[in-house]
Nanobody
């Protein structure tokens, strides 16, 4: 089970940090990711992260690269998304996902578990 939190209403240029905590198993060998869904739009990939004790690997969508940073703490079974310099177009429900595989992907259908999402609203 995945539980996302940390969303809220902020102004353009502000920062937020989202968290996604997993229960029922270890994250170490899995890929975790953030997606987002804006009103009237398709689900959009944001970032994925994989890895454990020997190092981590991540990938960010072009639209957020340089502003958002994905990270994880396997000891806490938690993944984070630090979002800086937020823009109104970042407004969406942010969803966390887990893939029971070691290869990262931006394709949402290849993720096995999903959290319920947390709303991020950025005003101009």
């Amino acid at each position: 089970q995945l539980q996302a939190s940390g969303g809220g209403l902020v102004q353009a240029g502000d920062s937020l940090r989202l968290s996604c905590t997993a229960s029922g198993g270890s994250l170490s060998n899995n890929v975790m990711a953030w997606f987002r869904r804006a009103p009237g739009k398709e689900r959009e990939f944001v970032a994925w992260i994989r890895g454990g004790q020997i190092g981590m690997d991540s990938y960010h969508a072009t639209s957020v690269k340089g502003r958002f940073t994905i990270s994880r703490d396997n000891a806490k079974n938690t993944m984070y998304l630090q979002m800086n310099a937020l823009k109104p177009e970042d407004t969406a429900v942010y969803l966390c996902a887990l893939r029971t595989h070691s290869d990262g992907t931006a394709y949402h259908a290849q993720y096995d578990y999903w959290g319920q999402g947390t709303q991020v609203t950025v005003s101009s």
